[in-house]
């Protein structure tokens, strides 16, 4: 505030103003809390940092600058440069405002602010080995130091970069064995400052990889006694460092290169050699075998003994006695008429394919494992089953036959030897063996059902197949029985609808023959039959007999009477009239009614209640009232109870 006084007197006169007084009042506000605090630039010894004015009641005075809580200076402005700082290291900067009365703002919020670092870790040392295998290298190495603190490390194979890894050691896999590989570390800080490469560490993968097997085996020269055989090089992932070379499984010696010279052998003896192949830690498995026997030139002896094991109509199985080598016998080669089948190991052959019933000259001769071959033994003649079965017999047919006796004939079979007879058979069952082509059966049932076959067969009991079967019934001059029982199963107007027992036969009915009024209808399999299109209230007579395959056939049945049902009403009476009446009684008639089979009476109606039924065509009614009127209506009626409809009506008063 600002104050000024005047002078007056009384009579109003009043003097200029006194010079102003200026006075404020006292301020307890302080000013706002700073805010915004933010870097504007730091290097590794210097930070600059800004922030947004506060605001005060009265006016903002300056600003208290803290780094770490530490007041650093006053300042008017709202901007700080800080000097002297250790690079990469953390400072918290936090700042007030206060005003001419010495009012101050509580702290801003912290400003974390870290110095440049530009120092790299020291090298990493200590490179080694942990562990490795053909495909994988664990290394670890002595941590590195920093001014600040070390990040990780970046791991380096052959100069390539691998992974960034927190700790001293790191796994490598996925690597090819028997390798050299060398690996470099370097260390890195939080803000990218990476040391200069460690020494090197060479490591070499371990070499699990044997040799290729050896290949390609060959004789290169042979005698009796010795052996030279040579190989194709093997190769390796490292290098091939020689080959042991084995006969029958042991080994004989180590060679640097693909030949070897065997000795000392025994004639005409098979020997098999395999090689392997080895590098500085490894050796291949077994080379193929390679078979050589030693040059042999004595034939064995000449096979004896020659004799036949076995024998069928194409096989011919035959046994010799051992030949003798002075090496020992490879096999036999075996000849027919001649000709060499086969080559066997053993003592014995089996000749197959052969026509049967003929000579064969068999001979045999020895071989040993150099291919000298003996003289042909002395030479066995055998000849072949004969298993040939004549022709089936054909062309069966029935010569004459009765009741109780079948006489059959067929055609004659052939053979490669001979036909030297024939089987008959009835239904299966062997009856006999005839040498011709004939044969009479008897003793058999009438009107049976009987099958011939017939077999060929010839001396070495080969025996053909069956015949086509011939099938054969005796004659039957058996009727069936006549039917019995006949009923009526159903009728109408127009049907009837009838059954019977069935009869019986001594071979077997076949079926029935049916009859209306003497006519044959039908012939049917079973024991109904329905018969229709006949004439309402008919009378029929049906009969029946029986009839087997033979057409034998039975007496008739006796007669069942039927009549169909009559559904036909007589005619409506007609000419209804007055003969008398009194004042009590009336007196009526009428025409008599027709029908297709017969009126059997008629009903009389009196205004419409029926009073009575009768048999005549008149009617008499008592006990009326006297000047009464009345209608009178009459209907026919037959024996089914079929009626007509009523008459007209009549009207009749009584006398008054």
């Given at each position: 505030?600002?104050?000024?006084?005047?002078?007056y007197?009384?009579s109003s006169?009043i003097?200029?103003?006194?010079t102003?007084?200026?006075?404020?009042t006292?301020?307890?506000?302080?000013p706002?809390?700073p805010?915004?605090?933010?870097v504007?630039?730091?290097?590794?010894k210097?930070v600059?940092?800004?922030?947004?004015?506060?605001?005060?009641?009265?006016?903002?005075?300056g600003?208290?600058?803290?780094?770490n809580?530490?007041?650093?200076?006053?300042v008017?402005g709202?901007?700080?440069?800080d000097?002297?700082?250790?690079?990469g290291?953390?400072?918290v900067?936090?700042?007030?405002?206060?005003?001419?009365?010495?009012?101050i703002?509580?702290?801003?919020?912290?400003?974390?602010?870290?110095t440049n670092?530009t120092?790299?870790?020291?090298?990493p040392?200590?490179?080694?080995?942990?562990a490795k295998?053909?495909?994988?290298v664990?290394?670890?190495?002595?941590a590195?130091?920093?001014?600040?603190?070390?990040?990780?490390?970046?791991?380096?194979?052959n100069?390539?970069?691998?992974a960034r890894?927190?700790?001293?050691?790191y796994?490598?896999?996925?690597l090819?064995?028997?390798?050299?590989?060398?690996y470099?570390?370097?260390?890195?800080?939080a803000?990218s400052?990476?040391?200069?490469?460690s020494?090197?560490?060479?490591?070499?993968?371990n070499?699990?990889?044997?040799p290729?097997?050896?290949?390609?085996?060959?004789v290169?020269?042979?005698?009796d006694?010795?052996?030279?055989?040579s190989?194709?090089?093997s190769?390796?992932?490292?290098?091939v460092?020689?080959?042991?070379?084995?006969?029958?499984?042991t080994?004989?010696?180590?060679v640097?290169?693909?030949?070897?010279?065997?000795s000392g052998l025994?004639q005409?003896?098979?020997?098999?050699?395999?090689v392997?192949?080895?590098?500085?830690s490894?050796i291949?498995?077994?080379?193929?075998?390679?078979?050589?026997r030693?040059?042999?030139t004595?034939?064995p002896?000449?096979?004896?003994?020659l004799?036949?094991?076995?024998k069928t109509?194409?096989?011919?199985?035959?046994?010799?006695?051992a030949?003798?080598?002075n090496?020992g016998?490879?096999?036999?080669?075996?000849?027919?008429?001649?000709?060499k089948l086969?080559?066997?190991?053993g003592?014995?052959?089996a000749?197959?394919?052969?026509?049967?019933?003929t000579?064969?000259?068999?001979?045999?001769?020895?071989?040993?494992?150099t291919n000298?071959?003996?003289?042909?033994?002395?030479?066995?003649?055998?000849?072949?089953?004969?298993t040939?079965?004549?022709?089936?017999?054909?062309?069966?047919?029935v010569?004459?036959?009765?009741?109780?006796?079948?006489?059959?004939?067929?055609?004659?079979?052939?053979?490669n030897?001979?036909?030297t007879?024939?089987e008959?058979y009835?239904?299966?069952?062997?009856?006999?063996?005839?040498?011709?082509?004939?044969?009479?059966?008897?003793g058999?049932?009438?009107?049976?059902?009987y099958?011939?076959?017939?077999?060929?067969?010839?001396?070495s009991?080969?025996?053909s197949?069956?015949?086509a079967?011939?099938?054969?019934?005796?004659?039957?001059t058996?009727?069936?029985?006549?039917?019995?029982?006949l009923k009526?199963?159903?009728?109408?107007?127009?049907?009837?609808?009838i059954?019977w027992?069935?009869s019986?036969?001594?071979?077997?009915?076949?079926?029935?023959e049916?009859?209306?009024n003497?006519?044959?209808?039908a012939?049917?399999?079973?024991?109904?039959?329905?018969d229709s299109?006949l004439?309402?209230g008919?009378l029929?007579?049906?009969?029946?007999?029986?009839?087997?395959a033979s057409?034998?056939?039975?007496?008739?049945?006796a007669?069942l009477?039927v009549?169909?049902n009559?559904?036909q009403?007589?005619?409506v009476?007609?000419?209804?009239?007055v003969?008398?009446?009194t004042?009590k009684?009336?007196?009526?008639?009428?025409t008599?009614?027709t029908?297709?089979?017969?009126?059997?009476?008629?009903?009389v109606?009196?205004n419409?209640?029926?009073?009575?039924?009768?048999?005549?065509?008149?009617?008499?009614d008592l006990?009326?009232?006297?000047?009464?009127?009345?209608?009178?209506?009459?209907?026919a009626?037959d024996?089914?109870?079929?009626?007509?409809?009523?008459?007209?009506?009549?009207?009749?008063?009584?006398n008054d």
């Open positions: 505030y600002v104050y000024t006084v005047k002078a007197d009384a006169n003097s200029a103003a006194s102003g007084l200026s006075v404020r006292n301020d307890t506000q302080a706002t809390v805010s915004g605090l933010k504007d630039a730091k290097t590794d210097t600059n940092i800004s922030w947004t004015a506060s605001t005060d009641n009265v006016g903002v005075s600003y208290e600058v803290y780094r809580g530490t007041k650093l200076a006053s008017i709202t901007v700080y440069a000097l002297g700082l250790t690079q290291t953390l400072y900067y936090t700042v007030k405002a206060y005003d001419a009365s010495s009012n703002s509580a702290a801003s919020a912290g400003l974390s602010v870290r670092d120092q790299a870790p020291t090298v040392t200590g490179l080694k080995v942990d295998t053909d495909k994988t664990n290394i670890s190495w002595t590195s130091t920093d001014n600040v603190g070390v990040s990780g490390y970046e791991v380096y194979r100069g390539t970069k691998l890894v927190t700790g001293t050691v796994a490598d896999s996925g090819t064995q028997g390798t050299l590989y060398v470099t570390v370097k260390a890195y800080d803000t400052n990476i040391s200069a490469a020494a090197g560490l060479s490591v070499r993968t070499d699990t990889q044997a290729t097997v050896p290949t390609g085996l060959k290169d020269a042979k005698t006694k010795t052996v030279n055989i190989w194709t090089a190769t390796d992932n490292v290098g460092s020689g080959y042991e070379v084995y006969r029958n499984g080994k004989l010696a180590s640097t290169g693909t030949v070897y010279a065997d025994t005409g003896t098979l020997y098999v050699y395999t392997k192949a080895y590098d500085a490894n291949s498995a077994a080379s193929t075998g390679l078979s050589v030693t040059n042999d004595q034939a002896t000449v096979p004896t003994g004799k036949v094991d076995a109509d194409k096989t011919v199985n035959i046994s010799w006695t030949s003798t080598d090496v016998v490879a096999g036999y080669e075996v000849y027919r008429n001649g000709t086969a080559s066997v190991t003592t014995v052959y000749d197959s394919g052969l026509t049967q019933g000579l064969y000259v068999y001979t045999v001769k020895a071989y040993d494992a000298n071959v003996s003289a042909a033994s002395a030479g066995l003649s055998v000849r072949t089953n004969d040939q079965a004549p022709t089936v017999p054909v062309g069966l047919k010569d004459a036959k009765t009741d109780k006796t079948v006489n059959i004939s067929w055609t004659t079979s052939t053979d030897v001979g036909v007879c024939y008959v009835r239904n299966g069952t062997k009856l006999a063996s005839v040498t011709g082509t004939v044969y009479a059966d008897s058999l049932t009438q009107g049976a059902l099958v011939y076959t017939v077999k060929a067969y010839d001396a009991s080969n025996i197949a069956a015949s079967g011939l099938s054969v019934r005796t004659n039957d058996q009727a069936p029985t006549a039917p019995t029982g009526v199963d159903a009728k109408t107007d127009k049907t009837v609808n059954s027992t069935a019986t036969d001594n071979v077997g009915v076949t079926g029935y049916v009859y209306r003497g006519t044959k209808l012939r049917v399999t079973g024991t109904v039959y329905a299109g004439t309402q008919t029929y007579v049906y009969t029946v007999k029986a009839y087997d057409s034998n056939i039975s007496a008739a049945s007669g009477s009549i169909t009559d559904t009403a007589p005619t009476p007609t000419g209804l009239k003969d008398a009446k004042d009684t009336v007196n009526i008639s009428w008599a009614s029908d297709n089979v017969g009126v059997s009476g008629y009903e109606y009196r419409g209640t029926k009073l009575a039924s009768v048999t005549g065509t008149v009617y008499a006990g009326l009232i006297q000047g009464t009127l009345y209608v009178y209506t009459v209907k009626y024996a089914t109870s079929n009626i007509s409809a009523a008459s007209a009506g009549l009207s009749v008063r009584t």
